[in-house]
């Protein structure tokens, strides 16, 4: 009987180039987030249900991967790497001074749609820094946003900026009940343009409206911030915004930075700054992050945090990496193991591997199938190379 076995559904193997770029990505963000004084933590890759929930943790509850532990209590396979990380830094290091600065290398899983080709496990390097409020500490975080993403080798990328303060204040003026407010706030992020006309027309003598109506509308560069003022009036978030910009492009950042204040997914999780990151070549964020004030206080530590991750395999996907090709295969007669080991270390890694036939006749068309351009000979008389 034939029996087909196949990865699980959102999972798949990774081969070759794949696991390249994800090792390159990985190697270089972890270089840049050490150098810059972040220090690694593992959290484990199965969690307690009631962890995500009692944090208000945005991820819908049918998105994660859950089982149950040998109590009969609910667990999940860790959905995202910043809860874990807030209940550490609420516990085992809440006698440390603040700020602390940790980063993580790790897995999360989440459970798609059905038939959506989307992945259940997303490989995310990313950096939490608890404790630190102001613009300092969002301007080192968008910097670092950027560094992350030029480390990994990518020249056509951009971040943008958003703030989470500048719906609520618009939202707060309006005579809408929380269910409407909710079904707006989607119609934004989603950029529904219909539906979000249909919601604001009952509304559109209040004197948030318009502005409202225009939120989906104001992306790009510096200039959106006069837009939006222009609509709204003074706010305390576009200024905060403002002046980040101002403070990035005296430090060479600007040309990395746009802005849209459509970004208010999310919102009951982030209080403030909220960002992500786009690159050429991906179809859909690559990196992705915020300021999340309230979310230590859950854990019994208060304190404000701010940080992002990045999707290790979108960044991959818009590298050109390919595996590397096999130049030389070495033939080596006995006792000259220690030589031929030698020869592998010295040379390019993956170009060049020894072979365990025992004839140079068998090593000769063992390079022929693997495409190799010939054979180093190694035997009492010395090195000979033997083209294919």
Known sequence: MNIRINTPEGTRDRLFAECLERRQVQSALVE????????????PEVEFYDLFIQSGNPIPQEAMLKIIDRSGKIMVMRPDCTAPIARVAATKLKHLALPQRLYYDQTVFRSGQAHQGGSSEIAQCGVEMIGAVGVKADLEMVAMAVDALRSCGLAQFHIELGHAGFYRALAGRMNMPCDGLERLRGAIEGKNFALLNDLLEPYRGEDACAALRRLPYLFGGVEVLDQAQALA?????????????????????GDY??????????LDYYTGLVFRGYAEGAGGPVLSGGRYDGLMEQFGRRAEAIGFAVDVDAVG????????RLETVIHYGSGLLAQALAVVDSRPAGSCELSPCRTLDSTMNLAREKGAAGVLLLDAEGERWLTV
Do not use: K
């Not at 009036?233 to 950042?253: F, I, K, M, T, V």
């Open 32 to 43: 840049l987030f050490r150098r810059r004084g972040y220090t690694e933590v593992i959290t």
């Open 233 to 253: 009036g003074p706010c305390e978030s576009l200024d905060h915004l403002r002046r980040l910009y101002g403070e990035l492009c005296a430090a060479g950042y």
């Open 257 to 266: 930075i746009r802005f849209d204040l459509g970004l208010v997914h999310q």
């Open 317 to 324: 996907g818009c590298m050109a990496v390919e595996a590397p």
